[in-house]
């Protein structure tokens, strides 16, 4: 079984920054992708930032310049590192893997973290 556990979350003034961790535990045979996402209060669940097995990383036009996305191999833990953080970056933030659990499986599967609250005051 595949878990997904994050943390770095936390509370910074506007400016700041924060790093946020995904570790990931249990049996993994491949991974398609990985990401991160939010959720403002209210608000609908949104795409932040994604990398592949290439080191490929793409974001949302928000964070452009500000966040960056990668990944330890060797640790199978994923980061965001957010710079310049502002308050409309407030929310909680899950991380997400489609990955194959083993060999014999034929599909891919989503996993999620639990979430970590990033509170950005003015």
């Known amino acids: 079984q595949v878990q997904l556990v994050e943390s770095g979350g936390g509370l910074v003034q506007a400016g700041g920054s924060l790093r946020l961790s995904c570790a990931a535990s249990?049996?993994?045979?491949?991974?398609?992708?990985m990401g991160w996402y939010r959720q403002a209060p209210g608000k609908q669940r949104e795409l932040v930032a994604t990398i592949t097995t290439s080191d490929t990383a793409n974001y949302a036009d928000s964070v452009k310049g500000r966040f960056t996305v990668s990944r330890d191999n060797a640790k199978n833990t994923m980061y965001l590192q957010m710079n310049s953080l502002k308050p409309e970056d407030t929310a909680v933030y899950y991380c997400?893997?489609?990955?194959?659990?083993?060999?014999?499986?034929?599909?891919?599967?989503?996993?999620w973290g639990q979430g970590a609250q990033v509170t950005v005051s003015s």
């Open positions: 249990g049996s993994i045979f491949s991974i398609n992708t």
């Open positions: 997400n893997w489609n990955a194959r659990p083993n060999r014999d499986s034929a599909k891919y599967y989503d996993y």
